[in-house]
């Protein structure tokens, strides 16, 4: 799990979700706005109900995306506040392939 101080409270999310850009993945999409006053980046992944209906399930992803965003942590640029989107494609994905594709979403995004 994500530290709480490199997560995203409500306030951040609304803004992240007004003003951000975005990028898209097969799995996933990726919304992010670069905030000159954080020292640390922060981030946030979101699993709808339309991806799986069971709780369990929703929770595996959302602990495999946190898990990844923890491994690639010394290699993030500091100042920027992201939120993950999970699609219906991400139900059946491994830690390896999700790994993958956050790791190109954040390439893209300039913040690798």
């Known amino acids: ?3 709480k101080k490199q997560r995203i409270n409500q306030s951040l999310f609304k803004v992240v979700l007004t003003k951000g850009r975005s990028i898209h993945s097969p799995s996933l999409s990726f919304r992010y706005i670069k905030d000159e006053n954080l020292k640390k980046s922060r981030f946030s992944t979101t699993v709808s109900l339309k ?25 993030l640029k500091p100042g920027f506040l992201g939120v993950f989107f999970v699609k219906k494609e991400a ?13 190109f979403l954040l390439k893209k995004a300039e913040i690798i």
């Open 1 to 3: 799990m994500l530290p």
């Open 51 to 75: 991806v799986s209906k069971k709780a369990t399930e929703r929770n595996l992803i959302k602990r495999r995306a946190n898990a990844v965003l923890v491994f690639l942590k010394p290699l």
């Open 91 to 103: 139900n059946g994905l491994d830690f390896e392939n999700l790994k993958e594709e956050i790791a």
